[in-house]
């Protein structure tokens, strides 16, 4: 699903997208400054290799996410800490922006419930 940036406005723009397992769910909202806020749910399951014995599984996923999308490229002023995704065409990809998220949580330490019912630490893999 593609939003085209300019459209979005003060009223928030509601976006679902599903992927196998997963849904992304929330809204956008115009903020100020060619920024606009996302902030949505990402819930559902995503296949995630265990850090301990490296076997794939299901791992639960309930996250609040929550950044900014830059109508251009974003001229941060010295005091910002904003989270903000730069888009260069006014357009973002809510798929392609679920699937980063995916990928963050992927790169977290994972740990398989088989792993985690044992006692298993990083420690004990090696």
């Excluded at 996923?61 to 010295?78: A, L, N, P, Q, W």
């Excluded at 398989?112 to 630490?121: D, F, L, T, V």
């Amino acid at each position: 699903m593609k939003v085209f940036l300019k459209k979005v406005t003060k009223t928030p723009l509601d976006f679902e997208v599903k992927s196998d397992e997963i849904t992304f769910k929330g809204y956008l909202q115009y903020d100020a400054d060619k920024l606009i806020l996302l902030k949505a749910e990402l819930r559902g399951k995503i296949d995630a290799d265990c850090d301990i014995c490296a076997n794939e599984f299901k791992l639960d996923v309930d996250e609040e996410v929550e950044f900014f999308i830059s109508d251009g490229i974003y001229e941060k002023s010295e005091d910002s800490l904003l989270d903000v995704v730069e888009a260069l065409d006014s357009i973002a990809d809510l798929e392609e922006l679920m699937n980063s998220e995916i990928e963050l949580i992927k790169s977290d330490y994972n740990s398989c419930p088989n792993c985690k019912k044992n006692g298993a630490s990083e420690e004990e893999a090696f």
